[in-house]
């Protein structure tokens, strides 16, 4: 046989296989029907695993390929059962009903920031609220309790670092607090190395900042042989400076905080890598999806099953989606168990995106819609400049 004629075989292969799965996909739908009546579960884990091992015993010379082409018939026609049942119905609902209007628009929102005033969160929060009163707390527990308890109606803290990576204790504090990631804020990052006046490179032996912010700045710690000694927060650094009069200490935080602070800048761009930015959030109780909203955060765990992982990111390119992000944590009180955070380009108001949450909401055995929210992009000198 020619090239040609191979290339006919399979497309004449192809129209049956078609035609099998529609018809495989319409007995799923059946399924639906007979479950919802019963009142059975969409996911059946025990007969899944039973046709997959039979698959790949009877797959001859291709075990692995026929196993990825039934596990993807499956999840497709679990999804579509979902679709049709209404599942995730709690979450498709909230969605739903979520709150719409622009940040921009609440004028009279009191935001909460981890520091105190030319923290780089404070410099973060002022770019999307200009007009709200912002109020400091020392650590990022403090800003969460803080809206928690409706002291602030809104967070903003810092979640990530093009260097240091991401900020794990704020991932942390979104599952235990259960709050909606509403908005973000791209900021560039300039640390000075501050001191009081009279201080030098030379004089100094120790230098306080956040650890995010001396993880940022090895080069400069090392160049000045001074120890590290971490701060709740850049800010809260140089007022400790600033209090204690000593030149042999410094600090690692905004050109703002050292001008608020009487300090001088002993140096600039301090960072190790230029194009140093971090990305902060705006955390809140309710759900808020703005009308552009165009990124969604999720958070979840996986089946102990081969392939888990492999499986539940093909359902978003399957939709046509863009992941952005995704990285694991360890589970709390749990042993080698991982939840992973993710991030996607989308709108939960989409249908296709909407169905997909709330299929996955059903299948997963642990599944947090973090927020859809619009997405920031680097712009402007850096913060501090």
């Known amino acids: 046989m020619n090239l040609e004629e191979v290339r006919k075989e399979i497309d004449q292969i192809d129209e049956e296989m078609l035609a099998l799965f529609l018809r495989r996909m319409d007995a799923a739908a059946k399924v639906a029907a007979i479950k919802s009546k019963s009142g059975q579960p969409i996911y059946n884990e025990k007969r899944e695993q039973e046709i997959l091992q039979e ?8 075990p692995a390929p026929a196993r990825i082409l039934f596990q ?15 599942g995730g119905k709690a979450l498709r609902e909230q969605i739903q009903d979520a709150d719409d209007a622009p940040l921009q628009s609440r004028l ?49 803290v ?4 093009s260097t240091a990576g991401s900020v794990e204790e704020v991932y942390d504090l979104l599952l235990k607090h259960r709050f909606f990631i509403v908005g973000e804020e791209m900021l560039p990052i300039d640390h000075c190395l501050c001191g009081v006046p009279g201080a030098s490179l030379s004089s100094v032996k120790r230098i ?6 001396l993880n940022q700045c090895r080069g400069t710690l090392a160049q000045c042989h001074a120890e590290a000694v971490s701060c709740a927060n850049t800010a809260i650094a140089a007022d ?41 959030i ?14 969604i955060s999720l958070s979840f765990s996986l089946p102990h099953v081969t392939g888990s992982l492999h499986r539940t990111l093909s359902r978003f390119a399957a939709c046509g989606l863009n992941l952005t992000k995704i990285e694991s944590r360890p589970m709390e009180n749990s042993r080698f168990e991982y939840l992973f955070y993710l991030d996607f380009a989308g709108s939960a108001r989409t249908a296709d995106t909407l169905s997909l949450l709330c299929a996955l909401s059903g299948d997963l055995p642990e599944f947090t819609f973090l927020g859809n929210y619009t997405a920031r992009r680097e712009s402007g000198e850096a913060a501090g400049a």
Not at 55 to 62: C, L, P, Q, S
Not at 158 to 161: A, L, Q, R
Not at 282 to 287: D, E, G, H, M
Request: hydrophobic content about 40%.
């Open 72 to 86: 993807t018939m499956m999840d497709v026609s679990r999804a579509l059962q979902h679709n049709l049942l209404g």
């Open 208 to 213: 306080y900042s956040h650890p995010q912010g």
């Open 282 to 295: 705006v955390i809140s109780r309710n759900l808020i999806i703005e009308p552009e909203a165009d990124k």
């Open 108 to 156: 009279d929102a009191v935001v909460a920031c981890p520091g105190t005033e030319g923290s780089f969160s404070s410099l973060a929060a002022l770019k999307r609220f200009p007009k709200s009163p912002l109020r400091f707390y020392p650590q990022f527990y403090d800003v969460f309790e803080a809206v928690e308890k409706g002291e602030a109606d809104f967070g903003v």
């Open 158 to 161: 810092p979640v990530e670092n």
């Open 240 to 280: 400790l400076v600033a209090k204690e009069g000593d030149p042999s200490i410094a600090a690692i935080c905004s050109a703002q905080a050292a001008k608020k602070n009487g300090l001088v800048i002993l140096k600039r761009q301090a960072q190790d890598i230029g194009g140093n930015t971090t990305r902060f």
């Open 55 to 62: 698959v790949t015993k009877k797959a001859g010379a291709y």
